[in-house]
Structure formats: C-alpha cells, structure tokens
C-alpha cells in the first residue's frame, strides 16, 4: 500500500476540487432525498386520506393558517444571499491562501506530459476514450449529452413532482437521472482522477504509480474471435453486430418500458417516446462497451476502414 | 443707465448671513442625512420598516429587481434551492473581477505569456493570491453549476412552464466548462499545454469536418483546413491557439455567457419565479384528458 501515492493525488492542487465535489455530492443526495422522503409520507397519507387531502395545505413544511404565504424578497431572502456570499468569499480566500494554483514547466511541445490528463471535470470524457474512438468519445457521445439533456422536459410527460423533491412518484426519472451522472459521468472522472496513471494505465488506490510497468493487454476485435479476414466481410459482420445491438436494445427497452411503465407509454407521443428509447439505448451502449473492453478485451466490434466502433 | 428693477449685487453681509445659517443646517444633515437632497436623489424610498419600503427596496434598485418583491415563505428555505445557482452567479462575479484585474498584468503571447504568470505569482502585490482566487472561483463554480443541476432535476423544476429555461441552463454548463478550458491553456505551462492538446486532439476525429474522423479525408479534410484548425488557428497548439483562447476566454464566452444568464434569469421571473416547494400533487388528480397541455 502506497499511502505516499494516495496523499499526493488526493492532495494534488488541481485535484482538491473532485475531493470537496466527492464529499459534497453524497451530502446533498442525502439532503434532497431526505426531503423527497418528507413529501412521499405526505403524499401516502393524503393518497389514504381524501377527505384531508381535500383541506391539507400540501407541503411538509411547518404550516399555520394565519402565518403570510409570502415573505418579503428584503429582507428575508436578501440577508440570505448576502450570507452566503461571505461564506463563499471567506471559504475562497481560505482555499488560496492555502493551495496555490498549479504551474508546471513552459509549454514543451516536445516533451509529454504522462499521464497527459485533462481537467478533472473533462476526465469523465477522456476515460470514454479508452473504450469508444475520439470520434465517438469526444465528439458523438458530449453532443448525446447535451442533446440527451435538453430533450428531458419534453421526455417527461409526467406533471407529478413538479417543484418539490419526491422518489414515489418519479421513480424511473431519477434513476435514470442519477445513473447517467453519477455512475456515467462522475464515477468516470473518479476512475480518470484516482485510478489512471501514467499510459492511462490502471492503478488501484495506493498502488504506486509506476510509468514502466508493462501491461500484457491483449485487445482483439470482435471479428477475430469469429475468424473472418476478408474486409468486405468484416465491415458487413460489424454492421450487423452494431446495429443489431441497437435494435435488440431498443427492443428490449421498449418491452420493458410498455411493461413496467404502462401509463408511461400511454401518456406519450411516438416522436417522445422513440426519442426516449433512443437515449437510453446510447446510454445504455457505454456500459456495455465498457464490459466488453475491461472484462473481454475486446476493442473494436465493427471495424471499417472509414470509422470504427 | 442702470436698470431701476435689477435686485442689488449680495454684499458682504448676505455672506455671513449665510455662513451663519450654514452651522446649524449641517448639524441637521449630519443628524439626519436621510433628509438630505443627496441621500434622497439616490434612494427613492424612506427607511421606515413598512411592507411599501421593503418592496421598494428591492423593485427602485436595478440590480436587485431581479428578485420579485415578495416570495413564498417555503422557497428561502435552504433546504429546497441548496443556493447553488446563486452561488454560481456569485462565482461568475468573482470570476469577472479577478479576471479583469489579472488581464492587466498578462500578455497572450508566447514570449510573455508563462513569465506574466511568473510575475503575477512573483511580483505582482497580492498577485499569487488573485491567481489562485481565480483558479478555484472557476473550479468552483464547475462543481455549483452540477450541483444545481442536480438539485433543478431532483425537485422536478424543468417541468412545464421550465422547459425552456432548462434548456438555457444546458448551455450556462456548457459555457461555464468551455470557459474553464479555455482559461487552462492561458499560463502556456506544461499541464495547460497538453490538456488542450489532447483535448482539441479530439476534434481531429469529427465526422466530416475532423481529418481524422469519419468520412473526413474522403471529402477533403486535411489537418490545415479542419474544424480542428479552425479552434487552434493553426495544425498544433501555438500562439494563435494561445490568442483564441484568451480571446474566447475573456471576450467571447463571457458576452454569450452573459447574455444566456440574462435570460436566464429573466424567464425565471417569467415562467412564475422559483418553482417551489410547491404543493405535492397526487397520481389520482392527473388530468387524464386528452389535449392536455
């Protein structure tokens, strides 16, 4: 165990900000579902009761009838931001004093840097890269995210838990959520931060960072395995293989969605809900070629000599 | 001839008359300065805690109308904004001082880029601290930004009338990370240096206008005409790609920036202020009829 190794990544200038968003990340899931947990006991008790739900003022915030529904902008919400930017400012100055911004030598183009890493928060990105090609890391699978990100209102036809924290009544909306950012894009840029070290090799934590360790990688292609050499052949193979994938997948999602999500396929549109399998199904594709790169060494399924995937 | 209805020149007495009186009135603006004409050219409103003084100070004052007057008493509460998206915006604010303050002191070049930063650490008065304040303001404001995100979608607040705010938001997070990067490449060092690198790498490999990418040498992509040229102004990261960056840095993406927060902040207000707590709604009350909107 190499605690040397551990503190100094961990302790890394650039490195503090992914340690604060680690401890801060589990905090606040914690503070949000803590109140989703408030409203669903409310909203099971109002479901029992409709007599109540009829009268009840609908937040598990403290209530009284004669207390004012609003508060004045000055100065009680005023005095809070004021507030927040001393403690914002004073915990900045603390942070500069302390840790001072990292520089490294003059820009050398002759000399790389290794590991040459990104910022910590493309480093979910760069991780992608060991599993898909730049054009699919770095440029198809961002555009999917913003893409993917800004079709979510017009996705979710659902008008429940609209302004308050619930996990009862938007289920599959959260998971999905909470699983293409933490476990897609922050546990990879964990995995980018901690874990990959010079070669973007793989090094556990504490395991020493040793830039001439030799890895036996063997990485086949997915028409290897089958035996086929002709490059007609192979194209056409992977082709199949890749779409295949993404029809199977998205057949799947679809008769999983119809059968546990009914009212969700009701309440939508072809257009929404071709749209929604099709996110998922490029979600659902980076996990899976994670698999087969980390656990089968496969790399590349479809082999072209244009692109490959 | 002198004119018969002209008033008389003040003489020397209307002088001390007036430097008599003059005592006495200072004693009465300094007692109450809000009286003064002073004072009251700038605040429009009295002091006095009435509900009318406290929405004027918020509505008579520029920078605080962004707010409404009054809120609903639940949505101070912290638990249910987490404050990130104030505090990003703080964070810009920051951002934009130290900034300004760290440009008088840097050359994009590449003869003088690394030793500004050299001086601004060295020898700048409380450079090395501007520095690292602006460092951290920025990786801050990345880790605020997910947050409030995060804390947008758990409450549910892209939902309608948001849609479109959600939307703008995307584009802040975008914006606030291009910006980030476009800053690492700025004190031309070793780790700034080949984080671009392999970063703009990337843009090699996009389908048609990348010449590594997809179908991009069949239609004529070459590493001098390709959208990877067109960020770095060049084939390698060099000056030019030095001079877009600040350029981007401290112009470009801080006036698109900005104007997406003044929307931002503009449809907040428009689509009913903040989205809650608002009442929980129950499966039963869906509306099921078609039409629906």
Not at chain 1, 103 to 117: Q, R
Not at chain 2, 106 to 134: E, Q, S, T
């Amino acid at each position: 165990m190499d605690w040397k190794q551990l503190w100094d990544i961990t302790t890394a200038p650039d490195n503090v900000p992914i340690v604060i968003l680690g401890i801060l990340t589990p905090f606040y899931l914690w503070y949000g579902f803590r109140e989703a947990v408030r409203n669903d006991r409310l909203i099971t008790q109002l479901e029992a009761d409709p007599a109540l739900a009829k009268t009840h003022h609908r937040r598990h915030q403290p209530y009284h009838p004669a207390w004012d529904k609003t508060v004045h902008v000055w100065p009680y919400l005023l005095r809070i931001e004021f507030l927040a930017a001393l403690i914002v400012t004073a915990a900045l100055i603390v942070w500069a004093v302390y840790f001072d911004a990292p520089l490294e030598e003059p820009s050398n183009p002759t000399l790389t840097m290794n590991p040459a890493k990104a910022p910590w928060y493309f480093l979910g990105l760069q991780e992608m890269l060991v599993y898909f090609d730049p054009w699919i890391a770095g440029v198809m699978l961002p555009n999917v995210i913003v893409v993917g990100l800004m079709a979510i209102p017009y996705m979710d036809t659902s008008p429940l838990g609209n302004g308050y924290y619930t996990w009862k009544q938007r289920k599959f909306a959260l998971s999905g959520f909470m699983f293409g950012y933490l476990v897609l894009w922050l546990a990879l840029a964990f995995v980018g931060t901690f874990i990959r070290g010079p070669g973007w090799m793989w090094f556990w934590p504490g395991e020493t960072w040793d830039a001439h360790r030799v890895v036996h990688e063997v990485n086949v292609h997915l028409h290897e395995i089958v035996g086929l050499t002709d490059p007609v052949q192979i194209g056409i193979f992977g082709g199949v293989v890749t779409l295949g994938f993404m029809a199977v997948a998205g057949g799947v999602t679809d008769t999983l969605l119809r059968k546990y999500k009914p009212e969700l396929f009701r309440k939508m549109n072809l257009v929404q809900y071709l749209h929604l399998v099709g996110f998922l199904v490029c979600m659902s594709a980076l996990p899976v070629k994670m698999f087969l790169k980390l656990a089968l060494g496969i790399k590349y399924v479809w082999v072209t000599p244009w692109f490959n995937v | 001839m002198a004119a018969k209805n002209e008033p008389d020149t003040p003489g020397l007495g209307d002088v001390l008359e007036k430097v008599k009186e003059a005592g006495p009135q200072h004693v009465k603006w300094l007692q109450n300065p809000f009286e003064t004409q002073l004072w009251r050219s700038i605040f429009r409103h009295k002091l006095d805690e009435t509900p009318r003084n406290r929405s004027l100070a918020v509505l008579s004052n520029v920078f605080l109308h962004l707010h409404p007057a009054k809120i609903n008493r639940d949505a101070v509460r912290y638990t249910f904004t987490w404050g990130m998206g104030g505090i990003t915006f703080y964070l810009f604010l920051i951002l934009t001082f130290t900034g300004v303050a760290l440009m008088f002191y840097y050359h994009p070049d590449k003869a003088n880029a690394f030793r500004d930063i050299l001086a601004i650490k060295n020898d700048v008065p409380f450079g090395n601290l501007l520095r690292n304040l602006h460092r951290w303001a920025a990786h801050s404001m990345i880790i605020t930004v997910w947050m409030h995100q995060m804390r947008v979608f758990m409450t549910g607040s892209y939902k309608p009338p948001r849609e479109f705010n959600w939307n703008i938001g995307v584009i802040l997070l975008l914006i606030t990370m291009l910006l980030s990067f476009t800053g690492y490449l700025l004190p031309d060092d070793q780790l700034g240096f080949w984080a671009v690198t392999v970063g703009t790498n990337m843009a090699r490999a996009t389908p048609l206008i990348g010449h590594e990418g997809p179908f991009g040498p069949q239609i004529g992509a070459t590493p001098f005409n390709d959208i990877r040229f067109a960020m770095l102004g060049g084939s390698i990261v060099d000056a030019n790609a030095l001079l877009r960056a600040y350029i981007w840095h401290c112009v470009g993406l801080p006036l698109i920036g900005g104007t997406f927060m003044i929307v931002h902040f503009w449809r907040i207000r428009k689509d009913g202020s903040i989205s809650g707590p608002a009442p929980v709604m129950l499966a039963s009350e869906v509306p099921t009829a078609k039409g629906r909107r």
